[in-house]
Nanobody
Framework: QVQLVESGGGLVQPGGSLRLSCVAS????????MGWFRQAPGKEREFVAT????????KYADSVKGRFTASRDNGKKTAYLQMNSLKPEDTAVYYC?????????????????WGQGTQVTVSS
């Protein structure tokens, strides 16, 4: 069973940046489209970004478009989420997820594999 481990969360001031990493234990990481989701207290888990297996195609939620960038290094079996111009409303637990089937999944139910999450807090 593939395992995902996120890291890179923390406390940052508004306008600051963080880069999240998601390392996979998969034998062949490149077969998985990778997604990022977040869940704020009292809210549903929501889609943030998806990156294709090759890394050439990405898709973003409107709320993060232009500020967040998803990338991946298949040789290192790692996906990244670069978050710039962070806002207090970006505060949430961030999860990475993997899907071996769909080329560009964006729905929660499409991802069978999830990491444990990493907390991101944006506050002055």
């Amino acid at each position: 069973q593939v395992q995902l481990v996120e890291s890179g969360g923390g406390l940052v001031q508004p306008g600051g940046s963080l880069r999240l990493s998601c390392v996979a234990s998969a034998r062949t990481f490149s077969i998985y489209a990778m997604g990022w989701f977040r869940q704020a207290p009292g809210k549903e888990r929501e889609f943030v970004a998806t990156i294709s297996r090759s890394g050439t195609t990405t898709k973003y939620a409107d709320s993060v478009k232009g500020r967040f960038t998803a990338s991946r290094d298949n040789g290192k079996k790692t996906a990244y989420l670069q978050m710039n111009s962070l806002k207090p409303e970006d505060t949430a637990v961030y999860y990475c997820a993997a899907d071996p089937e769909a080329p560009m999944p964006i729905q929660r139910h499409e991802f069978p594999i999830w990491g444990q999450g990493t907390q991101v807090t944006v506050s002055s």
